[in-house]
T-cell receptor, first 111, second 116 residues
Framework: AQSVTQLDSQVPVFEEAPVELRCNYS??????LFWYVQYPNQGLQLLLK??????LVKGINGFEAEFNKSQTSFHLRKPSVHISDTAEYFC?????????FGTGTRLKVLA | DTAVSQTPKYLVTQMGNDKSIKCEQN?????MYWYKQDSKKFLKIMFS???????INETVPNRFSPKSPDKAHLNLHINSLELGDSAVYFC???????????????FGPGTRLTVL
């Protein structure tokens, strides 16, 4: 069965520190992978996506993610976080006419 | 211009009532979705429509009835509301190609439904 696992439900990190949010997927077919961010009381918006090609994908707000097929991972990273990055982050992959989302990781940036 | 809009933003109602949530997208997308997000932020797909046709129904109770009058609209009607229906409901849209979901989904702002 296809699934997405986000290993950390919460990640606290100090401002200007680096952060990595982990995502692993399970699929027997090629996948298209996405990271979305949800700020409080808002809908989700796309941070970045991997369809094919270079395994290092850069997104908005200084985020990047690396697709690792052998480890079936798509971890999200940022070298220096800001208070404004506090939000819920979702990893997802696409299937036929639907997207499968992970359970989300709450990133809390501390001053 | 709002890409995906939903109304209402908040909905508070009594158990047993019937309510509707409306969704519209002005992106020209061919596929629209309804998601339910529970209090733990878990996001679960409910329905997927492509060109007004129901494609995916993820074992949602038949008290939930989506309707797509045209490609730009996907409304959700809920009969006999239950306490467990309390959640945030998100509408989304995307452009697909033969079912392949290569493109990002655009989400609406959500409708917070509270059933008392």
């Amino acid at each position: 069965a296809q699934s997405v696992t986000q290993l950390d439900s919460q990640v606290p990190v100090f401002e200007e520190a680096p952060v990595e949010l982990r995502c692993n997927y399970s699929s027997s077919v090629s996948v298209y992978l996405f990271w979305y961010v949800q700020y409080p009381n808002q809908g989700l918006q796309l941070l970045l996506k991997y369809l094919s090609g270079s395994t290092l994908v850069k997104g908005i707000n200084g985020f990047e993610a690396e697709f690792n097929k052998s480890q079936t991972s798509f971890h999200l990273r940022k070298p220096s976080v800001h208070i404004s990055d506090t939000a819920e982050y979702f990893c997802a992959f696409s299937g036929t006419y639907k997207y499968i989302f992970g359970t989300g990781t709450r990133l809390k940036v501390l001053a | 211009d709002t890409a995906v809009s939903q109304t209402p933003k908040y909905l508070v109602t009594q158990m047993g009532n019937d309510k509707s949530i409306k969704c519209e997208q002005n992106l020209g997308h061919d596929t629209m979705y309804w998601y339910k997000q529970d209090s733990k932020k878990f996001l679960k797909i409910m329905f997927s429509y492509n060109n007004k046709e129901l494609i995916i129904n993820e074992t949602v109770p038949n008290r939930f009835s989506p309707k797509s009058p045209d490609k730009a609209h996907l409304n959700l009607h809920i009969n006999s509301l239950e306490l467990g229906d309390s959640a945030v409901y998100f509408c989304a849209s995307s452009a697909t190609s033969g079912g392949g979901s290569y493109n990002e989904q655009f989400f609406g702002p959500g409708t917070r439904l509270t059933v008392l």
